[in-house]
């Protein structure tokens, strides 16, 4: 069955493409040619099994593959006679435009115009409801006559522009479906808004007694409701992919062999060209640095937030930032043969996956079309057989079938109690992305942990500040008061937190690789590596250090920590109690990862873990049927954030890590996880009644409908009494749950809905 999602200017956006597709075919390592397009107009995941089904009944291709999430259709094959442009025509028939995906324009402004068209939409269907039900009172009160016949005049007035303007998102929907001869789930609603109000508009120019107005613009209400509902929660989980990109630079400035620099595009950048970055800058290719020393940023690989010291021979990639000196770097991969785009691609393949409650949907919608034409065509049939060809009240009671059946309980049962825990999340310090989230959390058995940045805070602290004397804490304060070394900052703060006032030092300077020097009283001090200051290279246990020598002075040590979030220790046994199983997986040194999970009582961890390996190592979770949540914060968690059965990033991550994770943590406190863990068991139970509501409701109504007992106005009545209970239940998770700002956990108790309730009290 096609569902299409026509949203009026933003299709403009997207129109056919004409082009050869030749160049956006890329080739894969396998030998497979590859196609990544994007489909502006796919809004409901029933679109899904057909487009797939589709496009792989194409002679010669192998597979196709839909990700809903970012609105693409990735096609792939080995025939060497498949014409790729058979896959456009192909979406085209079924409905759909289609264009190669390009990052630039990654459908983010269509969507950003359905969802302005879906709320214009909903606030003036809501607005002409309201109006019309007061003018519908006053009929039901007993208005007779002329009267009744101006009031229902001014019904038709509200009415008939209402349910054109709002009624578009599913009349074009409708159409564009029938004209590819299929049916979806807007075709019975578009059949149920245009009769209600064409059968009013007879029974008002027939001065009839009752008309319907109301009826079908109120319909039109629910019915928008829930769709910008779950159109909203959706719009949230948009692919990260134009993000990632972004972050490569988007020119490069290259030296020619005569020594002419000049600046040349990144996608115009080739193997063996000279790159010269300066300080400042990002990188845009892939390379290895044959001149110059610095130091880089390189928390896109390693999520590590110490900058890392690079020289001659050190290899460098796109993205990264050069942070002190001027480097020259020979380029060894470009475009999409960087690191970057390997990122990216392991994400778009990673987003992949689809929820339980996608694949419902997909069932569904399969069967909810046909079953409802066929029950209002019995209808309409049974009743000219017993009212002997009446067709005015066998038509309506049709009508009443149709929209008694229209599925606002069932579209807004998941859509509702998702957003009421969205809004649960946020007081408590938790933004939910995605709903399917919430799914995907009440099932976790298995939490994996990045350690930098997730269950530390991200930045270092002076370990050892009380065994320093002021005079060395001030010397060194003078020293790193200027340098943008994380570690010099925690030295600046160690010395503001102890009232110490940092020395007048002269002449500072920084070498990358080395710290930094100048001269205080006549004499050079240094602050920097132990090799640098004079001393033997034996470290510190692994802890990061500073050695401060001036002169012939004893040097002093500076050890620094990466520290833990505060909670992370109570956290981490509330989780093991439950039965989860807790890991960790970092791409940092093993001595510090080592001492951090001995520190939370943490068994099973990993360290020096690439983004390739920690994507590999979820995915092997997975084939064992364990279901992983994957807390991670940097680029080098991308992957594995999306891959992971559900993912969670703090609101400190990188922007790519926020934007993989299915939900974000705000603050220091690692108790989010628990609180959101806890609303998503709640939110699926509460999804599960209001589906039995929604289906209780139909075969309860439908008969009854059938039967002639409802009249169309009856059956909007019902229609939206069901869609407010589905609401009212879903609201009972916002009354479970306590307002308070998460701090400590100091009791768990279950309420009447068997929903654990955190009793707080403030930090």
């Not at 057909?50 to 010669?60: D, F, M, N, T």
């Not at 074009?172 to 807007?186: E, I, K, P, T």
């Not at 009212?387 to 929209?403: K, R, Y």
């Amino acid at each position: 069955m096609l569902t299409c999602c026509p949203i009026g200017p933003a299709i403009d956006a997207a129109a056919v493409f004409a082009g050869d597709l030749e160049p956006w075919v890329t080739t894969r390592p396998d030998g497979y040619r590859e196609l990544d397009l994007i489909i502006p107009g796919i809004c409901l995941p029933e679109s899904i099994p057909v487009i797939e089904e589709a496009l792989e009944k194409l002679p010669g291709l192998a597979s196709a593959r839909v990700n809903f999430t970012s609105k693409r259709v990735v096609a792939t094959w080995n025939e060497p006679s498949f014409k790729p442009a058979g896959i456009t025509e192909k979406l085209n028939d079924l409905g759909f435009i289609s264009r190669p995906f390009d990052p630039s324009h990654s459908g983010l402004k269509a969507d950003d115009a359905q969802s302005r068209l879906l709320l214009r939409a909903v606030a003036v269907s809501g607005f002409a409801a309201a109006n019309i039900m007061l003018l519908s009172v006053s009929v039901w009160s007993g208005a007779e006559g002329s009267t009744r016949d101006l009031f229902h005049w001014i019904s038709a007035g509200i009415a008939l522009p209402t349910v054109a303007y709002a009624g578009r998102p599913f009349f074009r929907s409708a159409v564009r479906a029938l004209s590819s001869g299929q049916f979806n789930m807007d075709v019975p609603i578009s059949l149920a808004v245009c009769l209600a109000a064409l059968m009013s508009l007879y029974e008002t120019f027939n001065h009839g007694e009752v008309a319907y107005f109301d009826a079908s613009v109120t319909l039109l209400f629910f019915l928008l409701t829930g769709r910008y509902l779950d159109h909203l929660m959706r719009a949230r989980a948009r692919s990260a992919v134009s993000q990632l990109l972004s972050l490569a630079a988007s020119s490069a400035l290259i030296e020619e062999a005569d020594g002419t620099p000049h600046i040349l595009a990144a996608t115009a950048l080739q193997p063996e060209m000279k790159m010269l970055v300066a300080a400042g800058e990002r990188l845009a290719a892939d390379g290895v640095v044959i001149s110059g020393a610095s130091e880089i940023d390189r928390s896109l690989l390693t999520g590590e937030t110490n900058p890392e010291v690079v020289a001659r021979g050190a290899t460098v990639h796109a993205g990264m930032l050069n942070l002190i000196g001027p480097l020259v770097v020979n380029v060894t991969a470009a475009g999409q043969d960087t690191f970057l785009a390997e990122i990216t691609r392991l994400m778009a393949s990673a987003e992949q996956s689809r929820s339980r409650y996608v694949q419902i949907a997909d069932k569904l919608a399969r069967i909810y079309s046909p079953a409802v034409h066929i029950l209002a065509a019995l209808t309409l049939a049974g009743w000219l057989i017993w009212t002997g060809g009446d067709w005015h009240s066998s038509l309506m009671t049709a009508i009443a079938v149709l929209i008694i059946t229209c599925p606002c309980a069932l579209g807004l049962a998941v859509p509702a109690v998702q957003t009421v825990a969205s809004g649960v999340l946020f007081r408590n310090g938790v933004m939910i992305k995605d709903g399917a989230a919430l799914e995907k959390l009440s099932g976790v058995d298995t939490v994996i942990f990045d350690k930098t940045g997730t269950l530390t805070l991200g930045r270092p602290r002076l370990t050892n500040s009380s065994a320093l004397s002021s005079s060395d804490l001030a010397l060194a304060a003078g020293l790193a008061r200027l340098s943008r070394h994380p570690l010099s900052r925690a030295v600046c703060e160690a010395a503001k937190s102890r009232g110490v006032t940092p020395a007048a030092v002269e002449r500072v300077q920084e070498l990358p690789g080395n710290g930094l020097s100048g001269w205080f009283g006549g004499t050079q001090a240094r602050l920097g590596s132990r090799r640098w200051c004079g001393l033997q290279e034996n470290g510190s246990q692994g802890l990061p250090e500073f050695v401060l020598a001036l002169g012939e002075a004893t040097p002093a040590i500076f050890t620094f920590e990466d520290e833990l979030r505060p909670d992370a220790v109570s956290v981490i046994a509330k989780l093991k109690a439950e039965g989860l199983r807790v890991e960790i997986l970092s791409g940092d040194r093993k001595a510090a990862v080592n001492r951090a999970a001995s520190a939370l009582g943490i068994e099973h961890w990993q360290a020096g873990v690439t983004p390739q390996q920690k994507l590999a190592y979820v995915q092997s979770l997975k084939e064992t049927g364990r279901k992983v949540l994957m807390a991670g914060d940097g680029l080098n968690d991308a992957p594995a954030l999306a891959v992971g059965h559900t993912s969670m990033a703090p609101s400190s991550a990188t922007d790519i890590g926020r934007t993989a994770a299915d939900t974000i943590f705000m603050g220091e406190s690692l108790m989010p996880l628990l609180v959101a863990r806890d609303v998503a068991i709640a939110t699926q139970r509460l999804s599960i009644q209001n589906f039995a509501l929604a289906v209780g409701y139909n075969f309860l109504a439908v008969p009854i409908a059938m039967l002639g007992f409802a009249s169309p106005l009856i059956a909007a009545v019902a229609m939206s009494t069901s869609s407010i209970i589905v609401i009212a239940n879903s609201l009972r998770l916002g009354l479970s749950f306590s307002k308070q700002r998460t701090a400590v956990v100091t009791k768990c108790q279950p309420d009447s809905l068997g929903i654990s309730i955190f009793e707080r009290r403030a930090a």
